[in-house]
């Protein structure tokens, strides 16, 4: 079997299982270090993988109120993320510039959220 093959069949299968974003790129080159530490067993690398707890993957939980609090602060402040992280004291600085540049590629960023901060400044000049 090609590599590609190999690996596209192994990241579905995990996709699939796995209950996180395997669109983060730590989940997939955590998964990708599994295979390798696997000797390319594809079974025993998804074995792995579904062992392994958010924290192990570097996916940091966030309670409702916390997003809420998030994004009513990104509504508020923009792209400010020290203003941010004062309306959301329970994470880190790191833990809000994450979040901030996954969350911002989802139809919320644009819709719900970014859309209420842009129509507030230009009503602010």
Do not use: C
């Amino acid at each position: 079997m090609a590599l590609k093959a190999l690996l596209d069949e192994y990241l579905d299968e995990i996709k699939n299982d796995l209950p996180l974003n395997l669109k983060s790129v730590d989940v997939i080159d955590r998964a990708l270090q599994e295979l390798h530490k696997a000797k390319y067993d594809r079974g025993a690398a998804v074995t792995a993988m579904l062992k392994l707890t958010p924290a192990d993957l570097g996916v940091v939980e966030w309670t409702d109120d916390e997003t809420k609090a998030f994004e009513g602060a990104v509504a508020k402040y923009g792209h400010e993320l020290h203003w941010v992280h004062k309306e959301v004291p329970t994470k880190s600085i790191n833990e809000i510039v994450s979040y901030f540049y996954k969350w911002k590629k989802t139809r919320r960023y644009v819709a719900a959220v970014y859309s209420q901060f842009a129509k507030n400044t230009v009503q602010g000049m």
